[in-house]
C-alpha cells in the first residue's frame, strides 16, 4: 500500500508569517478596525480565512468576518503585485522532501491557503511535481476538520495507517488524528512542540532533516 506524507504549508513548508501579518493588519485597517497584534495572528495561522477572522474577532458578525476575509485576500494579492511577498523555503525542506521520494513515500499539502496562492509557492519552489495530491481550503472545511486529509488520502490511494501528516499547527495534529492518520508536528512553526503535543503528535521533529527518519520509524 501507498504511503503518504502530507504535508502543510505556511508554518511547516515555508516563512510566510510577515506576509500573513501585514496582509491582516491592512485588512483589519481598511475595515476601521484595531489590528490584532501579531502573536494573535500566528496563532491562527493555519485556518482559513472566515474561521480565522471569527477565532481574532468572536464577538462580531458573520457578515464582518466574510468582509475581513475578503479583504484580507485583496490586501495579499495587492502585496503580491507589489512584490513584496516572500515565502522562503525552511533550512532543509527541499532535502527532506527529496529524501522521502526518493525513499518511495507519496507526497501531499493539506493548507489553509487557496489553490492559486499554493500553486504560486510551490512552482515558484520548483517543487510541484514532487506533490501527487495538493488539498486546499477553496474545496474543503477549515482545519482541524478531517476532509483535506482524507481526500489526500483517496486521491493518492494511501490508507489513514500508511499516512503521515506533517504540520506545525494543533490544527494539523488535530486533523491527522481526526483522520487516524499518524501525526508529526516540526518545532519551528506557530504553535509550540508542547503544544502539538497535547493535540496529538505521535512526533515532533526539532529540525527538517529529522523528517524522513521519524516517518520511517511510524509507517
Not at 26 to 49: H, K, W, Y
Not at 92 to 110: H, N, S
Request: proline share 5%; aromatic share 4%.
Amino acid at each position: 500500500m501507498n504511503r503518504l506524507a502530507i504535508f502543510d504549508c505556511d508554518g511547516t513548508l515555508v516563512d510566510s508569517q510577515i506576509n500573513i501579518c501585514r496582509a491582516m493588519e491592512e485588512c483589519f485597517t481598511r475595515a476601521r478596525l484595531d489590528p490584532p497584534e501579531r502573536a494573535a495572528t500566528r496563532r491562527i495561522v493555519g485556518l482559513s480565512l472566515v474561521e480565522a477572522m471569527q477565532a481574532l474577532l468572536p464577538e462580531a458578525d458573520a457578515g464582518t468576518h466574510h468582509m475581513l476575509a475578503a479583504e484580507y485576500k485583496s490586501a495579499f494579492h495587492r502585496l503580491r503585485g507589489l512584490g513584496e511577498v516572500e515565502e522562503p523555503l525552511f533550512d532543509g525542506i527541499a532535502e527532506a522532501i527529496a529524501a522521502l521520494d526518493d525513499a518511495g513515500w507519496l507526497l501531499g499539502v493539506a493548507t489553509g491557503k487557496s489553490d492559486r496562492g499554493l500553486a504560486i509557492c510551490l512552482e515558484h519552489h520548483g517543487l510541484t511535481r514532487r506533490f501527487v495530491t495538493l488539498q486546499t481550503a477553496d474545496r474543503h472545511p477549515s482545519k482541524p476538520h478531517p476532509a483535506m486529509a482524507a481526500a489526500a488520502i483517496a486521491e493518492a490511494g494511501a490508507l489513514p495507517e500508511t499516512t503521515v501528516v506533517i504540520g506545525d499547527t494543533s490544527f494539523d495534529m488535530v486533523m491527522a488524528r481526526a483522520a487516524d492518520a499518524h501525526a508529526v508536528g516540526v518545532a519551528w512553526g506557530y504553535h509550540p512542540p508542547e503544544e502539538l503535543t497535547q493535540a496529538g503528535a505521535h512526533r515532533i521533529a526539532g529540525l527538517t532533516a529529522d523528517i524522513p527518519a521519524l516517518l520511517e520509524e511510524l509507517v
